[in-house]
């Protein structure tokens, strides 16, 4: 049986609310009450939108602001299931958690710290009466697991809101205890504690990573199946999760560790982002060189991340031993990562690198402590930056340049390769926030069975779950992709693991990974189990991303073809016997295109 879910997700709306007051909670706190119609159910542009719900404690919506003021140019294009993030210039976008949601007058609160940077904060700072306020979300809320003995919630000023709202709301009756850094003791709150409950208050710089660990590790280790809930800013986390999973050993359906914040790195280190590739090379076309993140990359594979942090204050001989690692390579490395903000040593200064002792983790390495963090450098996606050095050939005499580094298309790789295969499914996992539009749809109103395909089958699965449609699930992928997909879709007992005839066939992302060829030959094979298909692929960036420009290359990378478009992808199904019937837009640059057989 699969284990619960971890969140409910909710349908994504553009709503305006205007100011009703403003008041300070604390001197650090200010607290702005909004209302409006669009709290409410409503209709925009002929299109009927549901209520504002936000029931979990840590729920986000995502404010929208604009650096030139012009708050109406940045806004996102609402569809009628979903968002759609178009290019904005200057729009500027911050996460808020509810602090209360009162439907039955039509307010809601939003909580800001005081701290005199930042749009969101001015923007409180300057908010009168009247002013509107446009957000959209929450895209989901947390569920806690259904038995807890007790459970622990940890944040600094800006975890208050979702703290407060916890003990107010009380979605579960275990003792809650709970520890805040605060700037100030005036930073400190009432809080509706019960009987059982604890409180902890440590007066810390906000960020202070050193601080908020040994609070963590001060807080005594109680016995039942319990659940820690931690925000706080991001680099501080990373110690705190680091000793939550490995020496608390914490499973991820007991744990939440969220970075609210992110603080710049010291404008006296600015190499501590070198690791991420933005050091540029000299030079006047100022292009950004590959070598830090290759040294990050080469860092984390040998273990160098890892024994650092197990182990501060070795010497470069220790840490070469720990590692296993002969002969100068160590000694080549070390200068390069105490560059790059990943380690240092007892002796670094003005005088110059003396790494022989005391090594321990820069700002950068404290970073890479994060999995998410050191996906760039070693998972899937660092595969396909790899894969770039054959762009040139591959641009020249056609291919991908994944097939011209590999021997083998992608599709063929993670066929063979659970752990790559599930680390596409995890990248799908954002996707079950996008598919409302497609739950949604009348073609399921006549469907009995559904087979799923591709590495999104999952979200498929759960977003048809949120929305009470309950068709008969199959699943047709080559064997090891079953194996992986069995640990993350739910509702097992609707699920046949062997393909069959259905009334209607998703695949899911399962293009993103094939050549056009390989598509071809799905699709032939669709249309031997269903007469009725629909492909959810991202058919452009995703409006929201830094990273945008890059995503056409991914694509190429990994298929030796870009981003797919509708025209693209009606003319894949079109060479394979099917007609477009039409288009749904989900959001996001993503689209689902309903098939039918020719």
């Keep these: 049986m699969a284990a619960q879910r971890a969140y409910t997700t909710h349908p994504l709306v553009l709503r305006r609310v205007t100011v009703r007051s403003v008041h300070q909670v604390t001197p650090k706190m200010r607290r702005v009450v909004l209302g409006g119609e669009e709290l409410a159910a409503f209709t925009r542009d002929g299109t009927s939108h549901p209520a504002f719900a936000a029931p979990g404690f840590d729920d986000h919506v995502k404010l929208i602001l604009a650096a030139d003021g012009d708050v109406r140019a940045a806004l996102p294009a609402q569809l009628p299931h979903g968002i759609e993030w178009t290019p904005a210039e200057h729009r500027l976008t911050r996460d808020y958690t509810p602090r209360r949601v009162d439907a039955q007058a039509g307010e809601l609160h939003l909580d800001f710290v005081v701290h005199g940077d930042g749009p969101a904060e001015a923007w409180s700072a300057a908010a009168w009466e009247g002013d509107e306020l446009w957000f959209v979300g929450p895209k989901s809320s947390l569920r806690l697991p259904e038995r807890l003995d007790w459970i622990q919630l940890v944040g600094d000023e800006t975890a208050l809101p979702a703290i407060g709202r916890f003990l107010d709301e009380r ?5 809650a205890h709970v520890l805040v850094t605060v700037s100030d003791e005036s930073a400190r709150q009432e809080l509706a504690l019960r009987e059982g409950d604890t409180v902890t208050w440590v007066v810390a ?3 202070d990573a050193a601080a908020l660990e040994a609070s963590v590790r001060a807080l005594p280790v109680e016995a039942g199946e319990g659940y820690v809930w931690a925000a706080a800013e991001s680099r501080a986390l990373l110690p705190v999760r680091r000793y939550l999973q490995r020496e608390r050993n914490l499973p991820k359906d007991r744990l939440n560790v969220t970075g609210y914040w992110h603080r710049e790195a ?9 690791s991420a590739g933005t ?9 950004p060189s590959p070598l830090p993140w290759l040294v990050a990359r080469a860092a984390l594979r040998l273990g160098v991340v890892d024994a650092v942090a197990d182990a501060p204050g070795l010497s470069a001989e220790a840490l070469a031993t720990r590692l296993g690692v002969s002969g100068p390579g160590i000694g080549v490395l070390l200068p390069l990562l105490a560059t790059y903000g990943v380690v240092v040593g007892a002796d670094d200064g003005a005088s110059g690198l003396r790494l022989g002792t005391g090594l321990r983790l820069g700002p950068a390495g404290e970073e890479l402590l994060d999995e998410h963090e050191r996906e760039e450098y070693t998972g899937h996606e660092a595969e396909l930056l790899l894969a ?3 762009l040139a050939p591959a641009l020249r005499d056609g291919g991908s340049p994944w097939r011209l580094a590999s021997g083998g298309t992608l599709h063929e790789t993670v066929a063979q390769d659970a752990e790559r295969y599930g680390e596409l499914v995890e990248e799908c996992e954002q996707l079950v ?3 409302g539009g497609l739950t949604a749809d009348p073609l399921w109103e006549s469907i009995g069975t559904c087979l799923l395909t591709g590495p999104g089958s999952a979200s498929v699965a759960a977003a048809l779950d949120d929305a009470g449609r309950r068709p008969r699930l199959r699943v047709a992928e080559d064997a090891v992709p079953v194996a992986v997909l ?9 699920i046949d693991w062997t393909a069959g005839p259905a009334d209607v066939a998703v695949a899911a992302k399962a293009l993103a990974h094939r050549t056009d060829e390989e598509a071809a030959v799905l699709l032939t094979r669709l249309a031997g189990w269903t007469r009725t298909a629909v492909l959810v ?5 995703d409006g929201l991303s830094p990273h945008a420009a890059e995503a056409a290359l991914h694509a190429y990378a990994a298929t030796g073809s870009p981003l797919r478009d509708s025209a693209a992808i009606a003319a894949l199904a079109h060479g394979s016997g099917w007609e477009v019937e039409r288009t749904i837009a989900l959001g996001w640059g993503t689209e689902a295109t309903v098939l039918r057989r020719a």
Excluded: C, M, N, Y
């Design 205 to 207: 710089e906000p960020g």
């Design 279 to 287: 050091v540029a090379a000299p030079g006047p076309a100022r292009i």
């Design 388 to 390: 770039l050095t054959h």
């Design 266 to 274: 010291p404008a006296s280190a600015p190499e501590a982002e070198a």
């Design 433 to 435: 926030f996008l598919l």
């Design 537 to 541: 692929e991202a058919s452009r960036p």
């Design 171 to 175: 979605p579960l009756d275990a003792p």
């Design 486 to 494: 069995r640990g993350h879709v739910p509702a097992p007992d609707r």
